[in-house]
């Protein structure tokens, strides 16, 4: 469980190191509008919105308004600060298995969101045991993420380690550590350092899939 509250730390120190208006891998969003997101989500009733699509237009509302807000340096850092100090305790994500469930993959996507955004970047040399949980958690995620696809997904690690996230009469094994997999799946493609392995129609399709 102690790896997310570091990551969050890692997050947190990303972002203000970034800046207000840094680029990121999440489409139409700078910085400030991911850290308005990762306040939102786990402190406002509107984050709601994620799922309920009534609410979807005044969570976005609400997210456009405080990102417009920390355009000035001294409001964005304090955004950071909010995220950085966790959950409240009325949250359901103050509960540390909860707050594992939810943010182990997330805090790490929106990690190399920011880290990935920018001309210069190297992957991250990442605990074995953190890589391992990655792993696990992608393995629950899998089918999700991959339910649009229209050909057989097997992710494959570096050790052999492999998993059927979707089964077809035609497959491509990707390849490649926990994190990196996961930045695929997640949709962060071009940015993920993976591998593939099929046959080239099989692959081709599944480039046109995502």
Not at 46 to 67: I, T, Y
């Amino acid at each position: 469980m102690h790896f997310v509250p570091a990551s969050r730390e890692v997050l947190a120190e990303v972002l203000l190191a970034a800046g207000p208006t840094a680029p990121t891998l999440c489409a139409g969003w700078e910085t400030r509008h991911l850290a308005a997101h990762l306040v939102l989500r786990e402190q406002s009733l509107l984050a709601a919105g994620l799922v309920l699509k009534p609410l979807a237009h005044r969570m976005e509302a609400e997210l456009s308004r405080r990102a417009d807000r920390a355009l000035d340096r001294n409001a964005y850092a304090s955004i950071v600060d909010e995220f950085k100090a966790g959950a409240p305790r009325i949250s359901p994500l103050s509960v540390p298995r909860m707050d594992h469930a939810a943010n182990l993959s997330e805090f790490f996507i929106h990690t190399e969101d920011v880290r990935r955004a920018g001309d210069r970047w190297v992957p991250r040399a990442l605990d074995s045991r953190y890589e391992d949980l990655l792993w696990e958690d992608l393995v629950r995620r899998a089918a999700h993420y991959y339910r649009g696809v229209d050909v057989g997904i097997i992710l494959v690690l570096p050790d052999g380690r492999r998993h059927v996230a979707r089964k077809s009469s035609t497959s491509v094994a990707i390849t490649g550590r926990a994190g990196e997999l996961l930045l695929h799946a997640s949709g962060r493609r071009e940015e993920a350092l993976v591998t593939f392995e099929g046959a080239q129609e099989a692959i081709a399709l599944l480039s046109v899939s995502l």
